[in-house]
T-cell receptor, first 111, second 112 residues
Framework: GQNIDQPTEMTATEGAIVQINCTYQ??????LFWYQQHAGEAPTFLSY????GLEEKGRFSSFLSRSKGYSYLLLKELQMKDSASYLC????????????FGKGTKLSVIP | GAGVSQSPRYKVAKRGQDVALRCDPI?????LFWYQQALGQGPEFLTY????????KSGLPSDRFFAERPEGSVSTLKIQRTQQEDSAVYLC??????????FGQGTRLTVV
């Protein structure tokens, strides 16, 4: 089966840095995605990693280690609007390009 | 349209009623996915279309669930004889030539 684990909840202070971890054990791997989802809204794409290393995009960075089955999303200079759920998803390469999602990490940013 | 559009946004159904949920993907996107998202959980894969062909329906939880995309654009997810455990948000996503999938805002189904 497919297993994707991430913490259920995290709290961080406005202006700080937070790292959200994701570990995965899947039958195949074609890349790892991070999505942001505000309550009641659609998930929106943040980042994609298919090779090992760090991808940086503004205040958001994502890291992947395929040998360890591990990724993290790093959010810098946190803003109140960053309060949301962050979803880790793996393209398991099953041929249908479907994404298998973790349960999501609910991040609360406090003043 | 500019994004993936789903309708209705909210649907309340009596147990046993049939429902139909609509998805308008981004124009030209070949791949279309349906996901089910329970409260506080990540989306769970239901089914996948490439154009009009349903290539994977392994995630459909029972034969009460049926999806179609007859002309390779708009898709409909139908749930027959709804049950309380069907209550969830149903998300549609489409994917073009790029890597990421674009999601609609979902239909929140409540079965009473």
């Amino acid at each position: 089966g497919q297993n994707i684990d991430q913490p259920t909840e995290m709290t961080a202070t406005e202006g700080a840095i937070v790292q959200i971890n994701c570990t995965y054990q899947t039958s195949g791997f074609n890349g790892l995605f991070w999505y942001q989802q505000h309550a009641g809204e659609a998930p929106t794409f943040l980042s994609y990693n298919v090779l090992d290393g760090l991808e940086e995009k503004g205040r958001f960075s994502s890291f992947l280690s395929r040998s360890k089955g591990y990724s993290y999303l790093l959010l810098k200079e946190l803003q109140m609007k960053d309060s949301a759920s962050y979803l880790c998803a793996v393209d398991t390469g099953a041929g249908s390009y479907q994404l298998t999602f973790g349960k999501g990490t609910k991040l609360s940013v406090i003043p | 349209g500019a994004g993936v559009s789903q309708s209705p946004r909210y649907k309340v159904a009596k147990r046993g009623q049939d429902v139909a949920l609509r998805c308008d993907p981004i124009s030209g996107h070949v791949s279309l996915f349906w996901y089910q998202q329970a409260l506080g959980q990540g989306p769970e894969f239901l089914t996948y279309f490439q154009n009009e062909a349903q290539l994977d329906k392994s995630g459909l939880p029972s034969d009460r669930f049926f999806a179609e995309r007859p002309e390779g654009s708009v898709s409909t997810l139908k749930i027959q004889r709804t049950q309380q455990e069907d209550s969830a948000v149903y998300l549609c996503a489409s994917r073009g030539g790029t890597t990421e999938a674009f999601f609609g805002q979902g239909t929140r189904l409540t079965v009473v």
